[in-house]
């Protein structure tokens, strides 16, 4: 059965967070620190949100649930809203208050405005922004490339997501407004038009959302965040890592594309990750060139699934060429890499 997933996505640096339709969540990618390993269970969560080594989720009762490294978590149950930098943390409470924690060495905990008007948050990678009731923006944190002096004026903005040292706005007329950080084209290139519903900031890259259901993409291009954004009309929600992007379809699938080295696929023998069984459709025992969008893999595989437990076992007992000789596959230097399915089947990534 096909997962069903909220509007809630995430992408960060080397892992994706999802929540879905029963309101569980879902990692997967790198888990160095815990980051997918140590994921609560429960159906009892409404947002998701991650930085470099940690992340967090919000409960249905305004509580805070984080893991991964972190120092300390908000205790309080009148949250409404979570966001996460690199290595800081903040959160939206009922009262329209913020709250940061984490690392402050550029300001994001101690600079973190007062006031009771504020209606959305967003982190960057070491700055912070926040939208504000009166459809105003306020940044702080670290300002090397303008991410901070050079917010926007201007009382129609609706929506806020910030990149590394860029950050993008959506403003009530569809349009969007870039600003901070453009050595990648990340201001300069993004689209104009009035049609945007929906906007996320990466590493050095950023994501729309059109009110016709097709993605747009710009900035840095150099592992396919661009190039290779997805077709289609069908799409509902997007989420920026750091050199990959996903978006949520219609009927609750997931696509991702960029960059499949920084830990979304393990290239050691020795970890074995779970992926989300989304949209892997028709695989059956040498059937090749399936296209696979999950986060964490690239478009474009040949693969073969095999049901074996031998070849399973044979993988880790470094018994793996004489298996794959014995089972049809040709043996060269460039040994697949194995991915353990949800299911326990094995998937060979060539």
Same mark, same amino acid.
């Given at each position: 059965?096909?997962?069903?997933?909220? =509007?809630?996505?995430?992408?960060?640096?080397?892992?994706?967070? %999802?929540?879905?339709?029963?309101?569980?969540?879902?990692?997967?990618?790198?888990?160095?620190?815990?980051? $997918?390993?140590?994921?609560?269970?429960? *159906?009892?969560?409404? %947002?998701?949100?991650?930085?470099?080594?940690?992340?967090? %989720?919000?409960?249905?009762?305004?509580?805070?649930?984080?893991?991964?490294?972190?120092?300390?978590?908000?205790?309080?149950?009148?949250? +409404?809203?979570?966001?996460?930098?690199?290595?800081?943390?903040?959160?939206?409470?009922?009262?329209?208050?913020?709250?940061?924690?984490?690392?402050?060495?550029?300001?994001? $905990?101690?600079?973190?405005?007062?006031?009771?008007?504020?209606?959305?948050?967003?982190?960057?990678?070491?700055?912070?922004?926040?939208?504000?009731?009166?459809?105003?923006?306020?940044?702080?944190?670290?300002?090397?490339?303008? =991410?901070?002096?050079?917010?926007?004026?201007? *009382?129609?903005? $609706?929506?806020?997501?910030?990149?590394?040292?860029?950050?993008?706005?959506?403003?009530?007329?569809?349009?969007?407004?870039?600003?901070?950080?453009?050595?990648?084209?990340? +201001?300069?290139?993004?689209?104009?038009?009035?049609?945007?519903?929906?906007?996320?900031?990466? @590493?050095?890259?950023?994501? %729309? !959302?059109?009110?016709?259901?097709?993605? +747009?993409?710009?900035?840095?291009?150099?592992?396919?965040?661009? @190039?290779?954004?997805?077709?289609?009309?069908?799409?509902?929600?997007?989420?920026?890592?750091?050199?990959?992007? !996903?978006?949520?379809?219609?009927?609750?699938?997931?696509?991702?594309?960029?960059?499949?080295?920084?830990? =979304?696929?393990?290239?050691?023998?020795?970890?074995?990750?779970?992926?989300?069984?989304?949209?892997?459709?028709?695989?059956?025992?040498?059937?090749?060139?399936?296209?696979?969008?999950?986060?964490? !893999?690239?478009?474009?595989?040949?693969?073969? +699934?095999?049901?074996?437990?031998? $070849?399973?076992?044979?993988?880790?007992?470094?018994?793996?060429?004489?298996?794959?000789?014995?089972?049809?596959?040709?043996?060269?230097?460039?040994?697949?890499?194995?991915?353990?399915?949800?299911?326990?089947?094995?998937?060979?990534?060539?």
């Amino acid at each position: 059965m096909k997962r069903k997933y909220k =509007q809630t996505i995430l992408g960060s640096s080397s892992y994706s967070l %999802a929540l879905k339709e029963d309101g569980s969540l879902v990692s997967w990618g790198q888990d160095s620190d815990g980051q $997918v390993s140590d994921a609560p269970s429960g *159906n009892d969560f409404v %947002a998701v949100a991650g930085g470099r080594r940690h992340s967090l %989720a919000l409960k249905a009762n305004g509580s805070i649930v984080s893991w991964g490294i972190i120092d300390h978590t908000p205790s309080e149950s009148d949250f +409404v809203a979570i966001a996460s930098g690199f290595y800081h943390s903040l959160a939206l409470k009922t009262d329209g208050s913020l709250v940061s924690w984490g690392n402050d060495a550029d300001g994001q $905990v101690r600079n973190t405005p007062s006031g009771n008007d504020f209606v959305a948050v967003a982190g960057g990678y070491f700055h912070s922004l926040a939208l504000k009731a009166d459809g105003s923006l306020v940044s702080w944190g670290y300002n090397g490339s303008g =991410q901070v002096r050079k917010t926007p004026s201007g *009382n129609d903005f $609706v929506a806020i997501s910030g990149g590394y040292s860029h950050s993008v706005a959506l403003k009530s007329d569809g349009s969007l407004v870039s600003w901070g950080n453009d050595a990648d084209g990340q +201001v300069r290139n993004t689209p104009s038009g009035n049609d945007f519903v929906a906007v996320a900031g990466s @590493r050095h890259h950023s994501l %729309a !959302l059109k009110s016709d259901g097709s993605l +747009v993409s710009w900035g840095n291009d150099a592992d396919g965040q661009v @190039r290779n954004t997805p077709s289609g009309n069908d799409f509902v929600a997007v989420a920026g890592g750091y050199f990959h992007s !996903l978006a949520l379809k219609a009927d609750g699938s997931l696509v991702s594309w960029g960059r499949n080295g920084d830990g =979304q696929v393990p290239e050691k023998t020795s970890d074995r990750i779970q992926i989300p069984d989304i949209n892997i459709k028709n695989i059956i025992a040498s059937e090749k060139q399936i296209k696979q969008q999950t986060a964490g !893999l690239e478009h474009h595989f040949d693969y073969e +699934v095999f049901d074996s437990e031998k $070849v399973y076992q044979a993988w880790y007992q470094q018994e793996y060429r004489e298996t794959l000789k014995s089972i049809g596959l040709e043996t060269t230097e460039d040994v697949p890499t194995p991915l353990i399915l949800p299911d326990n089947r094995i998937l060979f990534i060539y």
